[in-house]
């Protein structure tokens, strides 16, 4: 919700998280924080198998390159993350326009007959299910190179600790300091995705078209 507002002009604005919590418990129930549920989880065990599994592979194939070991691993993690994208598209499609919409949860056509209404007025393409494809990449492209690269990259450098405890929190610290990091710097195309695959700002209008373009407009018009 965050993502689609376009700033304090824009009448949907909410003033905060808390603000944003508040407004969609009391207009939309304690069900409107599961909007757009479904996509997520029918996704989610072919995404982390394509995405660690991929990794692999990819790894393998570099291994046959003169790169740096470090750099190998952060580029294997690009190549899983633009994969992954291909397979997470369409129920990103689905989600976003399920948790876009503020009407009552009660009011709202299930996943499948919301997937069937974007095919049926925009086909399976870019200006369908797959609308949004290139910001989703980079999404995905981004988070992995750095989370990655990072993750295997730190945890060679620090030192396996012998106290099972120790070890859990030194591994455990790792992944989430390059899960922050990761998410930092591939929010941008997040916003992109958003912007592109939630409503537009004017009906019938087509503002936010692509990856790049649309993150220059949010910067020129938001900052």
Wanted: hydrophobic share 40%.
């Amino acid at each position: 919700r965050f993502q689609i507002q376009r700033g304090k002009t824009d009448p949907t604005s909410y003033k905060s998280l808390g603000d944003c919590f508040k407004t969609i418990f009391q207009r939309e129930g304690l069900l409107g924080f599961y909007k757009g549920i479904l996509p997520p989880i029918l996704a989610e065990t072919p995404k982390r198998a394509v995405k660690f599994f991929t990794f692999e592979q990819y790894k393998k194939l570099l291994g046959y390159t003169s790169l740096p070991p470090g750099l190998a691993f952060a580029v294997a993690g690009l190549g899983s993350g633009l994969t992954e994208a291909v397979v997470v598209n369409p129920f990103e499609v689905v989600k976003v326009t399920l948790q876009t919409n503020q009407s009552a949860f009660t009011e709202q056509p299930s996943s499948f007959v919301q997937a069937q209404q974007i095919i049926k007025t925009g086909g399976l393409g870019f200006q369908g299910l797959n609308k949004g494809l290139t910001a989703t990449l980079g999404r995905h492209g981004v988070f992995n190179m750095v989370y990655f690269g990072f993750y295997f990259n730190v945890k060679n450098i620090l030192p396996v600790n012998k106290d099972p405890n120790l070890e859990f929190l030194r591994k455990f610290g790792i992944g989430l300091v390059s899960g922050t990091i990761a998410s930092i710097i591939n929010i941008p195309f997040d916003v992109a995705k958003s912007r592109i695959q939630g409503p537009q700002p004017v009906p019938g209008e087509i503002k936010y078209r692509t990856c790049f373009k649309t993150m220059a407009t949010v910067y020129k018009e938001e900052g």
